[in-house]
C-alpha cells in the first residue's frame, strides 16, 4: 500500500529555517516524479516546487533563492529545505509523488513562521 508521511513542520520564526521530509513507501519513488504543495487558510493549493530525476524542474516565484526540493532515492525520501522563512509562507505543507499514471499525497504537515 502506498503511502507518504511528513515530517519537519512546526512554529518558527521569521527569517529562520526549517526543513520538511516526505518518506515514502509502496512506491516506485526512484522512477517518481516529486513536488511540494502547500495552501494557505482560504487560498487555493499551489505548487512550491517539483523535481524530476536529480533536476529542479519548476519553482513557485515566492519561494526561489530560498526553499530547495531534493530526493534521496536510497531512502525513498524527499525534502523541502526553507530558508529564510516569511510569515506568508505559513500554510499546511503537502508531499506529492506521481509515477505510472499515479498520483499520492502525503497527510500534511503544518508550517507557521511568526513575525
Known amino acids: 500500500q502506498a503511502q507518504l508521511v511528513e515530517s519537519g513542520g512546526g512554529l518558527v520564526q521569521a527569517g529562520g529555517s526549517l526543513r520538511l521530509s516526505c518518506v515514502a513507501s509502496?512506491?516506485?519513488?526512484?522512477?517518481?516524479?516529486l513536488a511540494w504543495y502547500r495552501q494557505a487558510p482560504g487560498k487555493q493549493r499551489e505548487l512550491v516546487a517539483e523535481?524530476?530525476?536529480?533536476?529542479?524542474?519548476r519553482s513557485s516565484d515566492s519561494v526561489k533563492g530560498r526553499f530547495t526540493i531534493s530526493r534521496d532515492n536510497a531512502k525513498s525520501t524527499m525534502y523541502l529545505q526553507m530558508n529564510s522563512l516569511k510569515p506568508e509562507d505559513t500554510a499546511v505543507y503537502y508531499c506529492?509523488?506521481?509515477?505510472?499514471?499515479?498520483?499520492?499525497w502525503g497527510q500534511g504537515i503544518q508550517v507557521t513562521v511568526a513575525s
Open positions: 506529492n509523488v506521481a509515477t505510472w499514471g499515479n498520483e499520492y
Open positions: 509502496g512506491i516506485d519513488f526512484e522512477m517518481s516524479a
Open positions: 523535481i524530476y530525476g536529480s533536476s529542479v524542474v
